[in-house]
């Protein structure tokens, strides 16, 4: 397990859509709690997200277009994640791209 103090997470997973999306397919569960996101060209986090929405999308959108996997780093306690409790983080890969429904992730998102 990896305990990182002071971190503090820049979204949270509300719900998957399916179990044939993207996001479903890197192992993202509802209530993760999102710390970073990377590509080779953009990175996320909390000293520049902002909670600024179009950064995600900008991030999503340039993954898609060069064919990148999305570097997700999450929080996870016990299957369900949130609060203060101490919980895994796990690095994910989300590869995002067309599938049968709606938008490219197949997630939606919350600010936190």
Not at 11 to 22: D, F, N
Not at 79 to 106: F, H, Q, S
């Amino acid at each position: 397990m990896n305990k990182k103090r002071g971190l503090k997470p820049i979204l949270s997973i509300h719900s998957i859509q399916s179990s044939e999306s993207p996001a479903y397919r890197a192992n993202l569960k509802e209530n993760d709690l999102v710390y970073s996101m990377t590509t080779k060209t953009h990175s996320l986090n909390v000293s520049n997200f902002n909670r600024d929405l179009q950064k995600l999308s900008k991030l999503i959108s340039a993954a898609v277009s060069v064919d990148d996997v999305v570097e997700v780093v999450v929080k996870r306690v016990d299957g369900e994640v949130g609060g203060d409790g101490e919980g895994e983080l796990l690095t994910l890969l989300l590869k995002p791209g067309k599938w049968n429904g709606v938008g490219v992730v197949g997630c939606r998102f919350d600010l936190v």
